[in-house]
């Protein structure tokens, strides 16, 4: 399969500072890029789809301005949790797609905010 | 909106059993279904991809099916053994949602040595 690289995998941030995680896409070109956000022993919920070149679509419930999702390029997208919130430590994966029906996930980052 | 379910939360099993792992969907209008591994703090590892117009996928000793009327699907895994411990998660891509994806809220497995 495709490859995904995600980094960092693990991050640890004070409090009301800024973060930014990558996601590339290795050896395709990804149109559209999810970002994920799982909490311990839950499942993963989505938080954001971005296609290149255009906004993202944000899931209700998240913050669009505390959360920025970037895609300039069809090989990387960023999200960037700015301010961050001891609350905002989770485990945040992404995943992208060439347009075909399957997508490819990161091997996600751990984002602690102390 | 696509919900998906699995059954049971977390399972327990000596080694050497066969197991099931049930996952629910609510909209069958999906291109497919997809069984993923995840161990503690780490990323997803696709195990089997079913194209919704496919019954069963096997790899090894997984076999995934899929009834897409009833909105079902089933990983049978065989001969279990400690190394399978892992949380799995299914997902489905619906028609109407382009490729994202709805994940269930994952099956905790411990296979006892």
């Known amino acids: 399969g495709a490859v995904v690289s995600q980094h960092p995998s693990w991050v640890i941030c004070k409090s009301g500072t800024s973060v930014k995680i990558e996601c590339r896409s290795l050896?395709?070109?990804?149109?559209?890029m999810f970002w994920y956000r799982q909490f311990p022993k839950q499942s993963l919920m989505l938080m954001a789809t971005?296609?290149?070149?255009?906004?993202?679509?944000?899931e209700q419930g998240v913050e669009k301005d505390k959360f920025l999702i970037n895609h300039a390029s069809l090989t990387l997208s960023t999200l960037t949790v700015t301010s961050a919130h001891p609350e905002d430590s989770s485990f945040y994966i992404c995943?992208?797609?060439?347009?075909?029906?399957?997508?490819?996930f990161g091997q996600g980052t751990r984002l602690t905010v102390v | 909106k696509q919900e998906v379910t699995q059954i049971p939360a977390a399972l327990s099993v000596p080694e050497g059993e066969n197991l099931v792992l049930n996952c629910s969907f609510t909209?069958?209008?999906?291109?497919?279904l997809q069984w993923f591994r995840q161990d503690p703090g780490k990323g997803l590892t696709s195990l089997l991809l079913?194209?919704?117009?496919?019954r069963e996928q096997t790899s090894g000793r997984l076999n995934a099916s899929l009834d897409k009327s009833s909105g079902r699907s089933t990983l049978y895994i065989a001969a279990s053994q400690p190394g399978d411990s892992a949380t799995y998660l299914c997902?489905?891509?619906?028609?109407?949602?382009?490729?994202?994806?709805?994940f269930g809220t994952g099956t905790s497995l411990t296979v006892i040595p």
């Open positions: 971005s296609n290149e070149g255009s906004k993202a679509t944000y």
């Open positions: 909209d069958s209008a999906i291109y497919n």
């Open positions: 050896d395709f070109q990804a149109t559209t």
């Open positions: 997902a489905v891509i619906g028609i109407n949602t382009g490729n994202q994806f709805y």
């Open positions: 995943s992208a797609s060439s347009g075909a029906l399957e997508a490819f």
């Open positions: 079913i194209q919704s117009s496919q």
